[in-house]
């Protein structure tokens, strides 16, 4: 008794610290006070080295070359979204497409990912056609794949649109579905008509709870269940979680439905469960590393510890050490 009272405390208190980290994240106050202050910058700053490339792309690129030497394919954002003027989302895409020649340059094993927010979608649908189209095409004159994620529900229907379009004119675009979300079951029929790569994710925003199935063993067999359909029918995806028992179980369809190395790969975000990662590709599956680059990365290192609050003390030992 005294037990599951002191683990419904343990889940309460993480819980807690979830919800202020969340907070924190958002807090435009806390956030200019961090950034402005010298010590407190570098400080925190150690927390977040674990879950970025750098500050800027070449520092990214050294360690994807360390990581492509070590057998892990890539990929590489420059991080941010919602972007709202048409000046700021032609910058960003200039950057993408910077990654994009930066790969060829020194020949990298990278794919990019990108939120179509962050390249003009939250200003227009035009904008954001127009701006994928450049990074696309420069993409595609060296076979690099251009993953477009999933983004809140608001944007899920304008994310498709722009997918389903430059699928018509490029070959490269590859899309995430997030197997929370009820209306997946749909999207994921259509879009696997496309050759594009499929990204499964469980999803990371919140919803109302209508939209959406909670984390547990139910969405657990319906994260699987998309995989099992992708790797039956030999579709290319990405097999993007850290849950271990997922990634367990994933093996077992590939090695049933005999996929090979170029279709799937199992995907985790750079500094996180990467030993799991790493087992797998030692186990011979493929296998990527996500990197996200650039300033914002405050809200990136909130959002990694508020969804995996234990991740806390990973923090306090990195300042520390
Ligand atoms: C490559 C990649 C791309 C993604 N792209 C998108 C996207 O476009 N849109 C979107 O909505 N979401 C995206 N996500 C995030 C995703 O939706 C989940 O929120 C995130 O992956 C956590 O869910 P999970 O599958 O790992 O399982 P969870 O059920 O959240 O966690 C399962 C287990 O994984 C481990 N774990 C999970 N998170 C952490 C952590 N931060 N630190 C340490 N251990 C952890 C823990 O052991 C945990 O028990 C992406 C994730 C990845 C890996």
């Keep these: 008794m005294k037990d599951s009272n002191n683990r419904k405390m343990d889940k309460e208190l993480l819980s807690m610290g979830s919800d202020a980290l969340r907070k924190a994240a958002i807090n435009e106050k806390a956030k200019g006070f961090l950034l402005s202050n010298e010590v407190l910058f570098k400080i925190v700053k150690k927390a977040a080295d674990r879950y970025i490339g750098g500050e800027t792309l070449d520092e990214t690129i050294h360690k994807v070359l360390y990581h ?3 057998g892990f394919k890539c990929s590489m954002e420059y991080m941010g979204e919602s972007t709202y003027t048409e000046n700021e989302a032609n910058e960003v895409t200039n950057e993408f497409i910077r990654i994009a020649k930066e790969i060829k340059n020194q020949n990298l ?3 990019i990912s990108l939120d179509l927010s962050h390249i ?3 200003i227009s649908k035009d904008l954001c056609l127009f701006n994928l189209t450049s990074l696309c095409n ?6 690099i794949e251009v993953i477009i994620s999933a983004e809140g529900t608001d944007r899920t229907d304008a994310v498709i649109e722009m997918y389903k379009k430059i699928s018509k004119t490029n070959k490269n675009a590859s899309i995430t579905l997030q197997a929370y ?3 997946t079951k749909d999207d994921f029929k259509d879009l696997i008509k496309e050759d594009g ?3 499964i994710v469980k999803g990371a925003f919140e919803t109302t709870e209508n939209l959406s199935i909670p984390r547990g063993q139910k969405l657990n067999e319906i994260y699987l269940n998309y995989v099992d359909q992708l790797l039956s029918q030999k579709h290319k995806c990405s097999i993007a979680t850290h849950h271990h028992e997922i990634q367990q179980e994933a093996k077992k369809l590939v090695q049933y439905y005999k996929v090979n190395n170029e279709t799937y790969e199992f995907e985790s975000l750079y ?3 990467t030993e799991q990662l790493m087992a797998l590709k030692e186990e011979g599956y493929a296998t990527k590393l996500y990197f996200v680059y650039g300033k914002e990365w405050y809200l990136y290192l909130c959002n990694r510890i508020a969804e995996y609050p ?3 003390f990973r923090a306090l030992g990195d300042i520390v050490n």
Aim: glycine share 8%; net charge positive.
């Design 120 to 122: 003009g979608l939250s």
């Design 109 to 111: 094993n990278s794919t």
């Design 138 to 143: 420069e993409a595609e004159k060296n076979n």
């Design 181 to 183: 979300l009820y209306r």
């Design 68 to 70: 492509n030497r070590e």
């Design 197 to 199: 790569r499929i990204r």
């Design 310 to 312: 234990l991740n806390l």
């Design 271 to 273: 500094g996180i469960q």
